[in-house]
Nanobody
């Protein structure tokens, strides 16, 4: 199983980025998918997660209204559209896949993790 996150980069505050997470070795439609992030010196924190069908999602309060998680099960890919970025969004972003149907906000229920992609927002 491999989760390949991409799309990170350097952007000015107020800008946008779209992260992608391409999955291989698993059938994406069987997994709840999540995005987490980790800033230097901090723990890994929940950003967003989407249920298997893509019909419902959960977001951290800090990103609600700015970020949108989506998935294309046919392409085995999950996305995170990030708008109105702030310097405090700077972190390494990780995608994760979990067999549990719960849209979990903690790391434990997720079975597989990607390698992370760096997002840096300048002020």
């Amino acid at each position: 199983v491999q989760l390949q996150a991409s799309g990170g980069g350097l952007v000015q505050a107020g800008g946008s980025l779209r992260l992608s997470c391409a999955a291989s070795g698993l059938t994406l439609s069987r997994y709840t998918m999540g995005w987490f992030r980790q800033a230097p010196g901090k723990g890994r924190e929940f950003v967003a997660a989407v249920i298997r069908s893509g019909g419902s999602a959960n977001y951290a309060d800090s990103v609600k209204g700015r970020f949108t998680i989506s998935r294309d099960n046919a392409k085995n890919t999950v996305y995170l559209q990030m708008n109105s970025l702030k310097p405090e969004d700077t972190a390494v972003y990780y995608c994760a896949a979990g067999l549990s149907p719960i849209v979990a906000v903690t790391t434990t229920p997720y079975d597989y993790w990607g390698q992370g992609t760096q997002v840096t927002v300048s002020s």
